[in-house]
């Protein structure tokens, strides 16, 4: 990342949030779960069907924040869940 010395508050897109942004949420928010209406930009999330039933939560199998299908299955091709 540019690490510019003059520039303190990181530039941040307001439709956008960071993974380590959406892990303090995660952390902080009493429902400890965020939806991913919230989290991934229009352009990006999908557009079909399967959009309702996903959300990021934090993974007991990982440890991180990741998508979750149907809140409840990570899935991140990482987690070790299984
Ligand atoms: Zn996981």
Known sequence: ???????????RD??????????????????????VWETVPVWEQDSGA???????EHCGGCGRVTEHDDCGTCLDPSCDIW
């Open 50 to 56: 399967n959009d309702e039933g996903y959300c990021y």
């Open 1 to 11: 990342m540019n690490q510019g010395g003059n520039m303190p508050q990181r530039e």
């Open 14 to 35: 307001p439709d956008y949030m960071s993974r380590e942004e959406i892990e303090y949420e995660v952390r902080t928010r009493p429902a400890q779960r965020i939806e």
